[in-house]
């Protein structure tokens, strides 16, 4: 009901957002796609009646090539960081959703990595080129559960694997915090709602040189956990 809320207050500026973002792949202008991105972005929660409530954002470096590690609740998670964080981001997504009609034009836009979780060949090439670009000054978003929790606030455990390019690049690693995020998509209302994004202090390489992938994993986890239980009922 709220995607086709946010569809009915917005479709007359569809067909212009396409073009936008057809011509924003092409050319290679990633700065200037994401910044377009999150504008729309920003219509479209409110079209949707969605409030995002955005906290330690000064935890986001200033300088780039950092990964975001957020808890995965659903499709509007990409639509809540969006709207909270100034600092362009590209996305690791699953393969199965690369072909859906806007979602394909905003993620060649953002110049995201589609993965197969079934290839593990593919898998290791995603690790390297994410690795690279991190090194060379680029963002990320990893979704380190592999599939959302069905448990509203209530994490998956994170997969260690997800963590490597952060190891191999020796970025820092940001744990985000998301709440009530499946909410918006999940619910069957179209009633105001509010959705809490949490940018957690990172973890720089130098405290987790010495970590594994599990453990790192774990650490993260926690961290958000901790996070999510002290927030939610505010």
Known sequence: MRIALMVAKLFYVVPYFLIKLIRYAKKGQH????????????????????????????????????????????MFDVLAMLETCEAPFSIIYK?????????????????AIPLDREDLRQNLNVIHEMTFRVENGE?????????????????????????KSAVKAK??????????????????SIRKLKVKVNYLKPLLYEEYKDMSTKEIAEEVKKRIEECIKDHSSD
């Open 31 to 74: 700065k200037e796609a994401y910044a377009f991105i999150r504008k729309m972005c920003i219509r479209a929660n409110k079209a949707g009646r969605v409030k995002i409530e955005g906290s330690g954002m000064e935890n986001i470096p200033s300088e780039n090539g950092f990964i975001l590690f957020p808890n995965h609740q659903g």
């Open 95 to 111: 393969k199965e959703i690369k072909d859906i009609i806007l979602v394909k034009q905003i993620f060649d836009a953002l110049k």
């Open 139 to 163: 963002n990320f978003v990893i979704f380190a559960e592999g599939t959302r929790s069905k448990n509203g606030n209530q994490l998956n455990e994170m997969k260690a694997g997800s963590f």
């Open 171 to 188: 970025c820092p690693i940001i744990p985000v915090a998301l709440i009530d995020s499946f909410r918006p998509f999940d619910e069957k």
